[in-house]
Every structure is written in C-alpha cells, then in structure tokens.
Nanobody, 122 residues
Framework: QVQLEESGGGLVQAGGSLRLSCAAS????????MAWFRQAPGKERGFVAA???????YYDDSVKGRFTISRDRDKNTVYLQMNSVKPEDTAVYYC????????????????WGQGTQVTVSS
C-alpha cells in the first residue's frame, strides 16, 4: 500500500506564496496521475489540481493562473506551488493518487495523504 506524506503547509499572508510537497513511499508516479484536493472547515473536499502520466496538468478554475502542480519522478514527490494566495485558499490540503475516472471526483483516487494545513491571513 503506497503511503503519501504532505508537508509545507503553514501560515502565509494574502498575496504571498507557499510550496506544498507530497512524498510517496514508492515509485508510484510513472503509472498514475496525482492530484491535490483541499477541504475547508464545514465544506466538502474539493479538487485543486492534477498532473497525469504525461505531465499534462489540470486545475480548478479557482486556482488557475495562481497554483502550479509539478512532480519530480526521481524524488517520488509531487509539488503544489501556491502564488498570490487568498484567504479563501485556507484549507487542509491533501495529495492523492489517481486510480480511474474523473480527476474532479474524490472517488477516482485510491490513496490519500494525511493532509497539511494552509492558513492565509488577510
């Protein structure tokens, strides 16, 4: 069973930047797309960004142009570069390994990390 561990969360001011990392316990990236989701208090966990096996990227409209997903296959790590953050970006951020189906659906992912908290102050 692959294990995913997020890091890099913290407190940042609005307009600032943060980079999240997701390290995998095995070389899982070559055959799987990876994604970031987020969950704010009282809200459903929602899609943020994904990167597929060919390194094509996909973003939710709310983060397009501000966030960038990437991966380092040698390090078994996926990143989420967050720029121009807003208070509404405050949430617990999770990385996940895709199994099948739509990237926008939580049910399409078979492995999840424990999450990392991002708090954006105004």
């Amino acid at each position: 069973q692959v294990q995913l561990e997020e890091s890099g969360g913290g407190l940042v001011q609005a307009g600032g930047s943060l980079r999240l990392s997701c390290a995998a316990s095995e070389r899982t990236f070559s055959n799987h797309a990876m994604a970031w989701f987020r969950q704010a208090p009282g809200k459903e966990r929602g899609f943020v960004a994904a990167i597929d096996w060919s390194d094509s990227t996909y973003y939710d409209d709310s983060v397009k142009g501000r966030f960038t997903i990437s991966r380092d296959r040698d390090k078994n790590t996926v990143y989420l570069q967050m720029n121009s953050v807003k208070p509404e970006d405050t949430a617990v951020y999770y990385c996940a390994r895709h199994q099948s189906g739509s990237f926008w659906s939580k049910g399409s992912f078979s492995a999840w990390g424990q999450g990392t908290q991002v708090t954006v102050s105004s």
